[in-house]
Each structure stands twice: as C-alpha cells, then as structure tokens.
C-alpha cells in the first residue's frame, strides 16, 4: 500500500467514529498549563469531520487567527490572543453549522500571585520597554513627566502608576503613551510588571527625571509656563500704558490717565486667571500648547471650565479635576 493511500485509511479510521455522532472533533495544541491575565497565548486548533467541510470563521476582537485547510476533512487554526477573564470566541459558520468555541475552555487563567509591590502596573508580559522619556517643569511645584511603553508577551493595556494626575493612551495591544503631572520634588519614578516566563517575578523598571527646560515631550518643543510677553496684544497695551502714564507725568495733565487705566484694565481682563468660560462641543483638550500634542479629552457637549492662563493661540483651563490646553476659539 502506497504512502498516501495508507494516510487516507488512517484518516478514515479517525474520522469514522464522527460520522454517527455528527460533531466536529476539535483538538487543541501549543497551550501551557496555566497563563495570567494579559499574558499572550498562542495555540492551535485543529478540526476534524467525516464530512467535507466548507466553513467561515469570525473571531472576536483581539483575536489573531491564521487558517489553513490541507484536506476536505481538516481546518488548521493558529490562533494569537491576550488571556482574560472574558473569554475570546471562534464563530464558525457553513450551510449545515452555526458552532461558537470559547477559547477559555482551552486554558486555565491563573491570578498574579499577591502580594502586589508597591506600583505594581497591572501589566504582565515577558518584558516592558520605557522609550522617549522626556520631563520639564510644568509651574513652580511640579514636572510633567511623558513616554511611551512597548510590551512583549503580553499586552500594555493595564498600565496605570496611580501618581495623581495621569492619561495613558493605548496605541496597540503593546504600544502606548503616558503622561502624568507629578511632584518636583520626585527625581525618579519606579514601577514593577509580571513577569510569567522569567521566573514568574515582579520586574522594576526605573525611570529618571532629567528635567529640560527646553523640551516638554517628543510633541513639541514649548515650555508650557506662561509668557505675557508671547502676546502682540499685551505687549500693545503695555507700550500704550507706559506712553499714557510718561504723557502725564511730562504734561501734567490728569485726564490723560484715562489711556493707561483703559488699557491697564482691558489687559487684567485678557490675562486674569481663573475666568469661568464656556468650552464648545467637540472641542479638543490637549497635554500642551501644540497642535501635536495628545488629545486626552474630547468634549461631548458645551461645559463650563475655569482659564487659568494663555499661551500664544491656546488657553490653559480647569475642569472636571484636570488641567489641559485648548485652541481659544473653543472657548465662549
């Protein structure tokens, strides 16, 4: 009996028992004895029938499927995912089949083991890399710190340090960008991730702080101090004021006073802090004073908001516990 005619009876004899229960037989492959949460899992799935199968499969989101179909009899699936408490589904779908497999049955989730060191992410990969750190000081009490993270083995997605104020946006399941106002007085920021094929430790990652005045992150290259003399208007008035006020004392004329006092008054109003205005739907708040700057908050309807400051074409405002920039046009 030839090669290929000996693996096609094989095959028969596999497949024979299926053709009374009528089911697919799926097995699994590739899986370890245990994952953590966020920890990557790669495996296979393998399915077989009696029966020539033409199928679909639809997976759910964060699923990475790759499908091959070497006979009529056998679909190959390499499948890629983050493990969770929610488990990830195939639908397969043919004109005889409608079949959901939940890709959980497959593995046994195991929690982080407790306790938790202090500044524990969340995350668990193989390894996180820190990139593009930058920080300068944000006003005379604290620094803003940002950089992005890159994970491997598992997804980014956890990540939080809990330090105050801070916005994580999410680039990719491994990918991301962090940003957080923090103390002066703080010279190195540490945290920790999980490790599950490294001995299933905690790894600590420490990031220094060396403060640049002249780089706030790899957005942009402003300081976000406030400059009254970044604005043409200002600098106006000012020049108006010290002509009214040299007018008279030279001509000794009091009503002249009339001319610094006006222009005096209409700059406190432009520059006073802490002005409640309205911010329009839609409008964009950003980390700093730049159109490349992240956006970390969108607003869905008009809100009130206090402006603390201005900087060339953006204004610094309060709102909701946060503090961030907007384009003055935004603001009624």
């Known amino acids: 009996m030839g090669k290929k005619k000996l693996l096609t009876f094989l095959l028969f004899l596999l497949l024979l028992p299926l053709e009374s229960w009528g ?11 245990y994952y953590f949460p966020g920890e990557k899992v790669e495996m296979g799935l393998k399915l077989l029938s009696s029966k020539p199968m033409d199928y679909n499969f ?42 959901t497999i939940k890709l959980s049955k497959y593995i046994h989730l195991k929690p982080v083991p407790k306790p938790y060191p202090k500044n524990f992410t969340g995350v668990v990969a193989d390894k996180v890399e820190v990139l593009s750190v930058a920080a300068t000081p944000y006003d005379q009490n604290t620094t803003i710190l940002s950089f992005n993270l890159k994970s491997e083995g598992g997804t980014i997605a956890p990540f939080r340090l ?54 706030v992150t790899t957005q942009t290259d402003i300081r976000p101090e406030n400059n009254l003399l970044d604005e043409p208007v200002n600098v106006a008035l000012m020049v108006v004021s010290a002509i009214g006020i040299l007018a008279v004392l030279v001509y000794q004329r009091w009503w002249l006073l009339i001319f610094p006092l006006l222009s005096l008054g209409y ?20 980390i700093l004073p730049t159109p490349q700057s992240t956006v970390f908050y969108t607003t869905h309807e008009a809100m009130e908001v206090k402006v603390l400051r201005k900087y060339k074409d953006y204004t610094k405002i309060y709102f909701q516990n946060r503090v961030g920039w907007v384009k003055n046009d935004q603001l009624r």
């Open 58 to 99: 639809s997976v759910s989101r964060g699923v990475e499927v790759n499908i091959s179909h070497p006979s009529p009899y056998i679909y190959d699936l390499n499948l890629s995912f983050y493990a969770s408490k929610k488990s990830p589904e195939i639908l397969i779908h043919g004109p005889t089949l409608l079949k």
């Open 162 to 215: 809990g330090l105050g104020e801070e916005n994580f946006t999410l680039l990719s399941p491994t990918e991301g960008q962090f940003y957080t106002i923090i103390p002066r007085s703080i010279k190195k920021v540490e945290f920790y991730y999980f490790s599950p094929n490294n001995g299933e430790s905690f790894e600590k990652v420490e990031v220094p702080l060396n403060l640049k005045l002249e780089q």
């Open 267 to 286: 700059f406190a109003y432009l520059n006073l802090p802490y002005r409640d205005k309205v911010l329009v739907a839609g409008a964009q708040v950003r």
């Open 23 to 33: 089911k697919l037989l799926i097995t699994p492959s590739g899986t370890k004895e």
